[in-house]
């Protein structure tokens, strides 16, 4: 059996300020659900968008997730729009060689997500392999 995900969600302190981050970063759009403390997400043209998501308050103190990959035309312009706008990059820009960009970023309130540039021209600056980011760029 095959099957794709559905949607995604992302837990926060406060809803309505972490919406604000995520439509300045990427440009998605949130409709907040009459009655409910629920912020629908919609990403892309369509009404109901490239993916569709939500934003809610966090229901446990740490949930563990799946790192959600957004893309976007300059992984640059990216990351440093999501440092002005408090984020915080976790992983540096990293090649998957002749395949693309990417970075692991956290948002204000400490939700972990990556952002990927498509790119079949990447390639690690020479002297560095991919492998030594893995090792030198951690947290202590």
Do not use: C
Request: aromatic fraction near 12%.
């Amino acid at each position: 059996m095959s099957s794709l995900t559905s949607h995604f969600e992302i837990y926060a302190d406060d809803p309505a300020k972490l919406a604000e981050f995520y439509r300045v970063l990427f440009g998605w759009h949130f409709d907040r659900t009459p009655g409910i403390d629920y912020w629908r997400i919609r990403a892309g043209s369509s009404p109901t968008g490239a993916f569709a998501g939500g934003l809610t308050y966090r229901p446990i103190p740490a949930p563990h997730g799946w790192v959600q990959y957004v893309a976007v035309p300059s992984l640059d312009e990216a990351l440093a729009k999501t440092l002005q706008l408090g984020g915080e990059v976790l992983y540096p820009k990293t090649a998957v060689p002749k395949t693309g960009w990417y970075a692991i970023a956290a948002d204000p309130e400490g939700n972990t997500f990556a952002i990927w540039q498509a790119d079949p021209t990447a390639s690690p600056p020479p002297g560095r392999s991919n492998s030594s980011n893995l090792l030198t760029n951690r947290k202590p």
